[in-house]
């Protein structure tokens, strides 16, 4: 069948199963914006590209399914770059099709353009420079297997002009099946099972441990690999740290689940990590924010390391046993393997273990004082009272700073993919856009959104999108009137001199600015208004709503492993010192 | 050679690695393979690319200086570009390397005979002559075109330009 490259490049979206584009046009990107008005998939108009990047980002995270983002040239590509490297440093699988100036004018400074190709490089996967319409629906397909398979990560499809214009005869094309035989990619094998040799070493050292502790990251959550581990969990009784990017990969409220660990980790899933006699890391990349200060990081662990990329297996610390491979695969291996050698009856017993770490949990919960009537809220007293007053499959999204680690924290995750944070590049302002991504692909799902005051200012704007496209999410917003996080390390580390770390508790006004967005909002100052206010908030549900809460800027986060020290020098609550 | 010059000798062959790489003959796989030296501060001594036998595909021969720790993990990335198709690093005393050499000398003061009995001595060629200069090739190892360089020096370099080593694993290795 004859076409465009437009009608090429739409229609190839609709057969990799695309539902919804979030996505802003503009003069290059333009030619595709017409067979959209045809097609099946919804677009989604956002009011800046870095949010069409983290919807997608969220909707992925949410879904497992790839989000994907459209948008123009020059300015528009580059407004791409920040969620283009949020989704590499998460794994998120993403495909942005960019628009491109006319192939023979690439090179000439041309209007709107830039070198998104070179520029993204190094924040992609992988990304294609399309340079004939009938390359389109191959390209396409390819960039969607990239993107889903092996290590999941963000493609980027830069598309000239011309290859798209219905009046440019370099946009005619022949229409064929985009299948996996046509796919050109010598270079690409994705991992799959793991080394069974490696398996069976890993589970003598298991059987050996003492002290062991399950360190399961984000990458259970991208293998789909949650019921595995569980299983594997449960096998051998052996306690789990959940990170920030696998919060929810394992139910918080289950016997066995210690928490999240790293820098403002609980105490327990800190300092069992640190006096393990074995870590058996699943997906996980001993990030510095787990890992402190790296020489003085469980110092007498021996390491088991999953994953399905190579490349992080010894890159930070050295495994005793390295296994690449998809953790669904290699963990239901490692259970069969344990079965093998005799299951639980072949576990030493490890009653001091567990009995050493019900003291550190019996001596160190997380803490925090109520406010006293008159004084601001307690960001953890709210969250706690949104906790328990949403169902248990709520969708939290949260931007970054204290907010987020509070939530992080306080949140009691039972489900996986009810979590959906910027962990690895720590990006302010992901949290509403991220929220309307999850919303629209789990629109059945209740979605908060936890942000900052800090945070909200980067991307409230696409509040407007989400009342314009009736996604009702809601926003649990804290005005601390700082830069909390900032604000807290100045406390800590530079004498309490605080630099350009103040907002303002009044300016802007939070609630008309919502309300001029087409939201309800709500202020909140005092404890006894929370719940209602919440209960209020998940009544609507045909726009969003913005609930400020009024909150203590002299709050901090703990515990918390000053940057660059030992995880042993964690330093607690004021009322557990 | 001096103590100080085996030291670094040593030391040379205990830093610089030459990987090799088979990648896909397209625009830009270049810039990435070289994108992820530069992003760590990495320098490339030597880089030689051109199509294999089947021109779908490119082979790079590039030397590094970087201690092996960190070599590993840039081996490691280097493969997970969708573009390398194959990688690996040659040890010395398993590959057969070659470098070529154009060089052009200045030979006014007199010492043309001299030049001579050096090209035949490294089997070098004469491309092309003047009255003042002389420009020469020498296709062999590396470290053979070190020596090269060095005895040219007292006859003063005119311009200089190597290829950078290619490489292929020696057959019984």
Redesign the interface.
């Known amino acids: 069948m004859d076409m465009n490259g437009g009608q090429a490049l739409v229609k190839a979206l609709e057969c990799e199963g695309v539902e919804v584009v979030f996505g802003l046009p503009g003069g290059a990107i333009l030619p595709v914006y017409d067979p959209i008005i045809e097609s099946t998939i919804r677009h989604i108009l956002v009011r800046h590209e870095q949010g069409a990047g983290h919807m997608a980002e969220g909707y992925a995270h949410a879904t497992g399914r790839p989000g994907v983002a459209m948008i123009t040239s020059g300015p528009g590509a580059t407004n791409g770059v920040t969620p283009l490297c949020d989704a590499y440093m998460d794994s998120i699988p993403l495909v942005c099709i960019t628009g491109q100036v006319p192939y023979a004018a690439i090179g000439t400074d041309a209007f709107q353009e830039c070198d998104t190709t070179g520029i993204t490089m190094a924040v992609t996967k992988h990304n294609f420079l399309v340079t004939e319409a009938q390359d389109i629906p191959r390209i396409i397909h390819e960039a969607f297997h990239i993107a889903t398979t092996g290590r999941p990560g963000p493609v980027l499809v830069d598309i000239p002009k011309d290859i798209v214009d219905p009046r440019n005869p370099r946009s005619a094309m022949t229409w064929y099946e985009p299948t996996d035989d046509i796919m050109e990619l010598p270079g690409y094998r994705p991992a799959t099972a793991g080394d069974p040799e490696l398996v069976r070493a890993a589970a003598e050292l298991i059987c050996k441990a003492e002290r062991p502790v399950l360190y399961a990251g984000g990458g259970i959550l991208k293998a789909r690999a949650a019921a595995e581990l569980l299983a594997l969990a449960e096998l051998i009784d052996v306690p789990v740290v959940t990170t920030l990017m696998a919060r929810g990969c394992f139910p918080d409220s289950h016997e066995l689940c210690l928490g999240m660990p790293g820098m403002h980790g609980n105490y327990t899933a800190v300092t069992a990590m640190q006096s393990s006699d074995l870590l058996i890391a699943l997906g996980a990349r001993f990030d510095d924010r787990v890992t402190g200060r790296l020489d003085g990081f469980a110092p007498d662990a021996k390491v088991i390391h999953v994953d399905i990329d190579a490349a992080e297996l010894g890159k930070v610390r050295n495994p005793d046993v390295a296994i690449r491979g998809d953790c669904k695969l290699v963990i239901a291996e490692l259970v069969e393997a344990l079965k093998a050698c005799g299951g639980l009856e072949a576990q030493p017993d490890r009653r001091a273990w567990r009995s050493q770490i019900s003291g550190w949990q019996e001596r160190h919960p997380l803490v925090y004082e109520q406010s006293e009537p008159g004084e601001l809220l307690k960001p953890q007293y709210v969250l706690e009272v949104l906790r328990d007053s949403t169902p248990d499959d709520t969708i939290v999204t949260s931007g970054v700073g204290q907010h987020q680690m509070w939530a992080s924290q306080y949140w009691r995750f039972d489900h996986p993919y009810t979590w959906i944070n910027s962990g690895g590049l720590g990006t302010m302002g992901f949290s509403v856009p991220a929220a309307i991504g999850a919303k629209v692909g789990m629109p059945d799902r209740m979605v908060w959104a936890v942000d900052g005051d800090g945070c909200f200012q980067m991307t409230a704007q696409e509040l407007v999108t989400a009342s314009m496209e009736r996604i009702p999410i809601k926003v649990a917003l804290f005005n601390n009137a700082y830069l909390g996080m900032v604000r807290q390390w100045q406390e800590m580390f530079y004498e309490e001199r605080y630099s350009e770390v103040y907002l303002s508790h009044e300016i802007p006004d939070y609630v008309k600015w919502a309300e001029a967005m087409g939201c309800v909002a709500l202020r909140v100052e005092a404890p006894e208004e929370v719940a209602p206010a919440i209960n209020k908030a998940n009544e609507i549900d045909d726009r969003p709503v913005v609930l400020e809460f009024r909150s203590a800027a002299e709050e901090n986060v703990y515990p918390m492993v000053p940057a660059g020290q030992s995880n042993s020098d964690i330093v607690v609550d004021p009322s557990q010192r | 050679m001096t103590a100080t010059s085996q030291a670094a000798a040593a030391d040379h062959s205990h830093r610089f690695h030459t990987i090799v790489t088979t ?2 003959n397209k ?2 796989v270049l ?2 393979v070289a ?1 992820l030296f530069a ?1 760590r501060g990495f320098n490339i001594e030597s880089l030689a690319v051109a199509p294999t036998a089947d021109e ?2 490119s082979r790079i021969t590039f030397t590094v200086d970087v201690a092996s720790s960190s070599l ?2 840039v081996v ?2 280097l ?8 990688i690996s690093e040659l040890s010395p005393t398993e590959s057969v390397e070659r470098e070529l050499m154009l060089v052009t000398v200045d030979v006014a003061g007199g010492r043309r005979h001299e030049l001579l009995e050096l090209v035949d001595d490294f089997r070098a060629y004469v491309l092309d002559a003047n009255q003042s200069q002389m420009m020469l090739s020498l296709a062999a190892r590396p470290g053979r075109l070190d020596e090269f360089e060095e005895h040219l020096r007292g006859f003063g370099i005119v311009q200089l330009q190597r290829t950078g080593r290619v490489a292929l694993p020696s057959l019984d290795s």
Do not use: S, W, Y
Not at chain 2, 79 to 86: F, G, H, Y
């Open positions: 990648v896909e625009p830009g810039a990435r994108g992003r779908r595909f590993e993990q490691k990335q493969d997970k570009l969708i573009n390398v198709v194959e």
